[in-house]
């Protein structure tokens, strides 16, 4: 072969080669963009389901306040006090779903656990000791607060799940 044709050769395939470079970078760019954009659907996805899971949780707790209220109001301690145990096992989980944390200033966890367990307590004692005196009126009226709190989480979380589905 002539000098010449190794010479055409040569730059046809450093023009290859060059253009083979701006492939891979071209197709480099498109794989960050997909990555970016799963990364950014992940996280979406993360925080609905977090939010469904506050929703779900905040829920429970609602209707186990609820339930131990009625309990309170019918004198059945026993009852209440199991309600009253998954309460506070369903309130602990509320933290950990939620992003938000100036949420969860409006509800001080763990003062409403520290009153939750003070209940639990007399609770205990009433099924231990029969004779025990427990202030139904004060432990309903604290339940109701804590009840109150808990729904205003609750309807601050429809609102912001609403915010989110209207901005898609």
Request: a positive charge; proline letters at 1%.
């Amino acid at each position: 072969m002539s000098s010449e044709i190794v010479n055409w050769i040569s730059i046809i395939g450093s023009i290859l080669s060059l253009i083979g470079v701006g492939i891979a970078i071209w197709q480099i760019s498109l794989v960050k963009k997909a990555a970016v954009a799963a990364k950014e659907a992940a996280d979406k996805t993360r925080k609905i389901i977090s939010q469904n899971l506050l929703l779900s949780n905040v829920h429970t707790c609602i209707k186990n306040l609820g339930e131990v209220q009625s309990f309170v109001r019918y004198e059945k301690y026993e009852a209440a006090l199991i309600r009253l145990t998954d309460l506070i096992s369903n309130l602990n989980r509320i933290p950990e779903t939620s992003d938000n944390t100036k949420r969860n200033a409006q509800i001080n966890f763990e003062e409403t656990l520290a009153q939750l367990i003070i209940i639990r307590e007399e609770f205990e004692a009433k099924v231990n000791k029969p004779s025990t005196r427990i202030a139904g009126f004060r432990v309903n009226n604290q339940l109701s607060k804590i009840s109150d709190n808990l729904n205003k989480l609750l309807g601050e979380s429809v609102i912001v799940l609403e915010k989110d589905k209207d901005n898609e």
